[in-house]
């Protein structure tokens, strides 16, 4: 029933900025913990970063952990990822997913969206 639909891909050079939304079905999105992760052509998917139902508490990846930041908008059902100072090796597919509250600590997400292309030229 959950419906997550990704947005705001895109290129950029080194360096630069970009904002990726998820928008979600439902009116329990509160209740959901909301994750990003990421998947490079012949890599594993990765775990980015994820906040809880509440927005009280992120958690994020050492790899973007500084750079990247989750936030969202209950009044919007939206999620949100702000990236900064990107580097060539975060071009990947982004995913947003939702999950249980106990997702922050197992990384086990129910609904996937469809990912969103970001690519970082050197």
């Known amino acids: 029933q959950v419906q997550l639909v990704e947005s705001g891909g895109g290129l950029v050079q080194a360096g630069g900025s970009l904002r990726l939304s998820c928008a979600a079905s439902?009116?329990?999105?509160?209740?959901?913990?909301m994750g990003w992760f990421r998947q490079a052509p012949g890599k594993e998917r990765e775990f980015v970063g994820c906040?809880?139902?509440?927005?009280?508490?992120?958690y994020y990846a050492d790899s973007v952990k500084g750079r990247f930041t989750i936030s969202r908008d209950n009044a919007k059902n939206t999620v949100y990822l702000q990236m900064n100072s990107l580097k060539p090796e975060d071009t990947a597919v982004y995913y947003c997913?939702?999950?249980?509250?106990?997702?922050?600590?197992?990384?086990?997400?129910?609904?996937w969206g469809q990912g969103t292309q970001v690519t970082v030229s050197s």
């Open positions: 997913a939702s999950g249980p509250p106990e997702a922050t600590i197992t990384r086990r997400y129910e609904y």
């Open positions: 906040i809880s139902g509440s927005g009280g508490s992120t």
């Open positions: 439902g009116r329990t999105f509160s209740t959901y913990v």
